[in-house]
């Protein structure tokens, strides 16, 4: 297939090499002949292995570059070849190519080019192969096919049986993927005598003929002129058990689209939907592109018709039109183009759809005709606003000298500006390659529009081409006798840049009101140098920067990022930034034996002292040791001693041992001690647990209001154990009783997990239409439905086809109908239903949710359902934007804990069939399968980068190595490691560890904790982190939204969003509030699909921004949802800012309130307009006085008014917005801001 839609398969690797620079392919063509492989099937024995050294800077430069690749398919599904290149100059000169960095590049040759002709594509696969060869890649079955797509996806012809005999003298094995490839190139060709040959190959081998292998058989039949042939493949496919796919009714829809036959197309297209074989836009688009190269233009129309513009139709289209226009189908494409969902709103005043195609048009070299009816075309269906003008842009920026001049004439004609400026795009070119004749002739096509040259055109591009002045004014007769001084184009005067940067910073003229234009100067030199001029000059910028900091000169951390940025793209050198801290003392503790105290509670008796202290030690003692029966008969002989830290003690050890009468005898002695004591939460819910096994909590549980006991996230997760084991009494009353109680008082609020309880006490007892309705009142009236999985499974398996439908119908109200359908596919996985579980997932737009795949791919670890979690990776191979590599390795994870190495193999080869580049963590996984049974590993088993090998090491250094001591980077790398792996109990305590030993850990290490201990939800891990960070005296550089932020993700994760918000608002709405970055708790959110938490921060972000005049959230949410392709919904945020906006660009429609707040921070007019608005009778909101009130305290004036309190004020404005009642006003926005929204 020529033209293959958008993710042809996962590029998202953990792999490691440079991205520095551009290399072109050179301009010679290798002589290919049809039918021959030369010698790109000969692997070479590997080299010596490079240095660890090189080895590890090729690790720590890659990993950027995957992340590239990755997000341009993620987003185009395509990579340019600029890209490609480049990184494959890098690894050529870096050197010892693993084997997965050869196979990303083979697999990128063929239809992820699809602005590239298929000849190119080809000779850059030969010529990668030939290079990586050269270094040393070691090739196996997986890059042999590899390079067989490549070759299928480019049409390039060659010999099968040459193929394999060249795979034999490299002694690599053919697998059934390798055999698979061959029979579809010789079907390619309509050769069913070959790939006859090759079925006869596999039969031999015992290969299962799958699915793919009958798809190409129908497309050999059909070239070959057999068409009938063609045709009974499906009903042969059954005979044999397997029934026909999307694929294989594709396969016959572009027979057919080859041959112009519609009338049997579409006979096929209602087959294929009579059979529930759903055809998605991408399919469709593979028949136009059929029937274009068949040059059957003239039935695309109805074929676009049959589009639906699915969830990623725009990337496939382009895709497809990128993919024609390189054919030189360019009108099929236009047409393609024209039937793009118009994405344009009325707040957007410069459509520009169609950039794409222009561009690709001028680089494909489209006649001048074709480009003016496009453009024509695209201007007046309104879709572009200015395509001439783009179009031109094009010209000059792809050198296409002679187009751009026959556009700049056609401007002319159109009574359109030609401005100097556009020919210098043009003379920078002949520039380069000290080409004056052709400067002149850019100057004479100037003259000839009748453009005059002004001095920056002389200065910059036209006379630095020449030796001296002189010779300039010899060539040119148009050249006036006076020309300007020639400006130089390099940067030299670096003391000059000193100079100005230190006047900027230190002069008071230039920094007012905390702008420092120093640091801006700073980043907008460093951003206008190439890379070349940064490279060059090196040595005189590190000197430069060297007596920046010899002047104490400063710039803002967004600056520093914004310059170190540039220069890591640019590969100079970083610096270092050594931060001494203070340490932390370090906590011990003394242990004392029960003997010893009793003896000494003898002697204190005998001495008539008190034993009051005495007496809590040996009771505490005894509790750990879990000595109820002597702690006991201590209390008995010594209660006129006992303290309350003794009680508390007692009643907690009862607790665990059940003895809930003593408990609570124990507790009435407490309380007639002293009635306003207390127990802390603990002992409180070791307590409530203990009687609520006996139907006895509630009035602890009132207590524990009454005296304001404070609950965390321990207690929470106490009281959800608790509430479990009363269901698993089977208690649904009681647990209902506990948790209206509980959350009547506010001791906790309603989570997911809190709500389990009542529902598994339903479930336990087989009463699924109560757990239902107790699912969804818990969604009614605490917007929260717990364990809806496990119901749905339970009313599949019923066959309850009317509650189904009712539970479905109130989870997409409620939920949406992308999570309902989640929900659904889920179940029927888990009850084998998986032709309807595969009719879910092909539902039409439906797109891959990570999170919710995830959470089921877990389950099927836990559970060890083999049989769902494979079936779930087969159907969802085509969903869109789904990590196939992460989907596999789901299955290996389960192969690996059954020990199933046959399975694992199994995946492998599907891997391969399906396309999926595996990370090296994938790889290392199959490896160890294979290896710990004795296999045969198929592959180059990546090498464990080294900073990998470097934690095994310390141990046995410190154990072995008098007095050795891990440094804090070495210790800083224990914690990184253990948070991504995960381990973060181990990460706390290398961490506490560190600080006991005076050791300080990086800004890095403390950041990367703090997010592993969000991601599991651990609110007291973070606030016992940030205490310790706290106590060191210095915040290690750290915002205190790395805490903020991710203490919020931790709420979310245990469902508890309201928390979340409660906490993000508490900040933002904080008086002396900077308005910081909240972008990371949205891209967490959004990556995992948390529709219910993204729902309630969005209202948030709205609240903020339309009653506090608080931006930040709603443009770090817009900006966000941008980055993630949601434009839809970042239109709403748009249109939330813009009438946000309307007292800004149009005060006269507002209220005279609303007008009276354009004066912040203007004490003196300030007051002027408050006494206004007195005379004039208007009320002041509370807001606006606030605002007064801190102006008149900065200025150390006291306030002619009471101030309004911060929590009132936000209480104030929450009852008006509940009410709608308010028209509340804003402030400016910044012009910047305005400018990048409105330009969206």
Request: glycine share 4%; proline share 4%.
């Amino acid at each position: 297939m020529l033209w293959c839609p958008s993710l042809p398969y996962n590029y998202n690797l953990t792999l490691s090499f440079s991205l520095s620079s551009t290399v072109i392919v050179g301009s010679r063509l290798w002589p290919y002949a049809a039918g021959c492989v030369r010698n790109y099937a000969v692997a070479t024995e590997q080299k010596d292995e490079g240095s660890i050294a090189v080895r590890s800077k090729q690790a720590q430069q890659f990993d950027w570059a995957l992340s590239k690749l990755d997000s341009s398919v993620r987003r185009t599904g395509r990579i340019t070849r600029t890209l490609l290149l480049r990184i494959f100059h890098d690894v050529s000169r870096a050197g010892y190519p693993s084997g997965n960095q050869a196979l990303l590049l083979l697999r990128s040759c063929g239809s992820l080019l699809p602005e590239v002709p298929l000849e190119e594509r080809t000779e850059l696969a030969h010529r990668v192969w030939e290079k990586l060869q050269e270094l040393g890649a070691q090739y196996d079955a997986s890059h042999y096919n590899a390079l067989l797509k490549v070759y299928l996806q480019n049409e390039f012809k060659f010999s099968p049986t040459d193929f394999l005999a060249k795979m034999e003298a490299a002694n690599v094995q053919p697998n059934r993927v390798t055999y698979q490839r061959l029979i579809a190139a010789y079907c390619q060709t309509g050769d069913i005598e070959g790939a006859s040959t090759i079925l006869g190959f596999m039969k031999n081998k015992d290969l299962p003929i799958t699915e793919a292998v009958f798809s190409s058989l129908v497309t050999g039949h059909a070239r070959a002129g057999d068409i009938e042939s063609a045709k009974n493949i499906l009903p042969v496919m059954r005979g044999a058990g397997i029934e026909p796919t999307p694929d294989t009714y594709v396969a016959l829809l572009i027979a057919y689209a080859e041959k112009g036959d519609m009338d049997n197309l579409k006979t096929t297209l209602e087959a294929a939907e009579s059979a529930d074989c759903s055809l998605m836009d991408r399919d469709i688009m593979q028949v136009i592109f059929a029937l274009a190269k068949a040059g059957h233009q003239q039935h695309i129309p109805e074929m676009i018709e049959r589009l639906r513009h699915e969830r990623g139709f725009v990337p496939d289209a382009m895709n497809l039109c990128l993919s024609l226009i390189t054919q030189g189908q360019e009108d099929t494409a236009f047409l393609i183009l024209m039937a793009f969902p118009t994405l344009q709103s009325d707040n957007f005043n410069d459509p520009n759809l169609g950039n794409f195609f222009l561009r690709h048009c001028i680089s494909m070299d489209t006649s001048l005709e074709k480009l003016i009816r496009y453009c024509k075309g695209l201007q007046e269906s309104s879709l572009h606003s200015s395509p001439l003008s783009f179009t031109l842009y094009c010209a000059l920026e792809a050198k296409k000298t002679g187009t751009a001049l026959e556009l700049m004439k056609l401007f002319k004609e159109q009574e359109l500006p030609v401005r100097p400026h556009y020919f210098w795009p043009l003379l920078v070119q002949h520039g380069k390659e000290d080409n004056a004749a052709g400067v002149v002739e850019v100057m004479k096509s100037m003259q000839e529009l009748g453009v005059s040259p002004d001095v920056e055109t002389f200065s910059n591009y036209v006379l630095p081409v020449f030796p001296s002045r002189e010779a300039a004014q010899q060539l040119f007769f148009l050249v006036p006798a006076v020309i300007c001084v020639v400006k130089s184009i390099c940067v030299k005067f670096l003391f000059l840049f000193f100079q100005i940067t230190e006047l900027l910073y230190k002069d008071e003229r230039f920094s007012k009101e905390g702008i420092k234009p120093a640091a801006f100067f700073l980043y907008n030199l460093m951003d206008n140098m190439t890379e070349g001029q940064v490279q060059a000059q090196e040595d005189k910028l590190r000197s430069f920067f060297n007596q920046l900091h010899t002047q104490n000169i400063t710039i803002s951390m967004n600056l520093f990022r914004g310059i170190k940025n540039i220069l890591v793209s640019y590969h100079i050198p970083e610096l270092c930034i050594v931060m001494c801290l203070t340490p932390l003392c370090v906590r011990q503790g003394i242990g004392t034996k029960v003997l010893a105290l009793e003896n000494r509670l003898a002697e204190l008796k005998a001495e008539n002292k008190p034993l009051n202290i005495v007496l809590k030690q040996i009771i505490q003692t005894l509790s750990a040791e879990e000595n109820l029966q002597r702690a006991l008969e201590l209390k008995q002989q010594h209660e006129q001693d006992m303290t309350v830290g003794a009680y508390a003690t007692l009643i907690n050890l009862c607790c665990r041992h059940n003895n809930v009468d003593e408990a609570l005898n124990l507790k009435r002695e407490l309380s007639r001690m002293d009635s306003s004591i207390a127990l802390d939460t603990s002992k409180y819910i070791t307590l409530v647990k203990a009687l609520a096994l006996n139907d006895r909590a509630v009035d602890i549980l009132k207590e524990m209001k009454e005296k304001n006991v404070v609950m965390n996230d321990n207690s929470i997760t106490t009281i959800f154990h608790m509430l479990n084991a009363v269901a698993a009494k089977g208690g649904a009353g009681s647990i209902r009783r506990l948790q209206d109680t509980i959350f009547t008082l506010g001791l906790a609020k309603p989570t997911a997990n809190l709500c389990s309880p009542v529902v598994t006490a339903y479930l336990d007892s087989n009463d699924v239409p109560g757990a239902l309705e107790a699912a969804l009142e818990c969604q009614k009236r605490y917007n929260h439905l717990p364990r809806i999985h496990d119901i749905i499974v339970a009313l599949v398996e019923r066959g309850d086809t009317d509650l189904l439908q009712k539970a479905m119908d109130f989870v997409s109200q409620e939920r949406g109908e992308m999570i309902m359908l989640y929900d659904l596919f889920f179940a029927f996985l888990q009850t084998g239903r998986y032709r309807e579980a595969r009719k879910i997932i092909e539902t039409p737009g439906l797109r891959a949710k990570p999170g919710r795949l995830q959470w089921y791919s877990e389950k099927c670890i836990v559970n060890n359902q083999m049989e769902a979690l494979e079936q779930m990776v087969e159907m969802t191979s085509k969903l869109f934007e789904c990590d196939r590599d992460d989907m596999y390795s789901y299955v290996l994870r389960l192969c690996k804990d059954t020990n199933n190495w046959q399975k694992a193999e199994a995946m492998w080869t599907k891997m391969q069939e399906e396309n999926v580049i595996p990370r090296e963590r994938t790889l290392h996984l199959l490896a160890d399968i294979l290896k710990s049974n004795g296999q045969e590993v198929p592959f180059e088993v990546p090498e464990v980068k080294p900073h990998k090998k470097m934690f095994s090491l310390p141990v046995s250094a410190e154990s072995r190595v008098p007095g050795f001591k891990l440094t804090d980077v070495a210790n800083s790398m224990f914690i990184i490691t253990y948070s991504k792996k995960d381990q973060v109990k181990d990460a706390l305590e290398k961490l506490k560890s560190m600080l006991q030993l005076d050791h300080v850990p990086s800004h890095l290490a403390i950041t990367r904790l703090v997010q592993a201990l969000g991601n599991h939800g651990d609110v007291a891990g973070i606030q016992q982190v940030e205490s310790q960070i706290q106590s060191l005296g210095t915040r290690l550089n750290l915002s205190s939204m790395v805490f903020v932020n991710n203490t919020a993700l931790a709420h979310i994760k245990n469902g508890d969003v309201e928390s979340a918000v409660e906490l993000l608002e508490g900040i933002y709405t904080s008086p002396d509030s900077t308005s910081p970055s909240m972008s990371f708790v949205f891209r967490k959110v959004l990556e995992g699909g948390n529709d219910r938490a993204l729902d309630k921060l969005s209202a948030m972000a709205e609240r903020l921004a339309n009653h506090f005049a608080c931006y930040r959230p709603a443009s770090d949410l817009f900006l966000q949802l941008l980055d993630m392709d949601k434009v839809e919904d970042a239109k709403f945020m748009l249109a939330v800012s813009m009438r946000v906006c309307v007292c800004v660009y149009g005060p006269k429609s507002c209220e005279p309130e609303s007008q009276y707040v354009f004066l912040d921070k203007d004490l003196t007019s300030a007051k002027a307009l408050y006494e206004q608005m007195q005379k004039e009778g208007i009320v002041v909101d509370e807001l606006s006085l606030k605002r007064l009130a801190v102006l008149y305290r900065n200025a150390g004036e006291t306030a002619p008014f009471p101030e309004p309190p911060v929590r009132e004020l936000c209480q104030f404005y929450t009852s008006k917005v509940k009410r709608n009642s308010i028209n509340y006003p804003c402030d400016v926005i910044s012009s910047w801001k305005m400018e990048n929204i409105l330009s969206f």
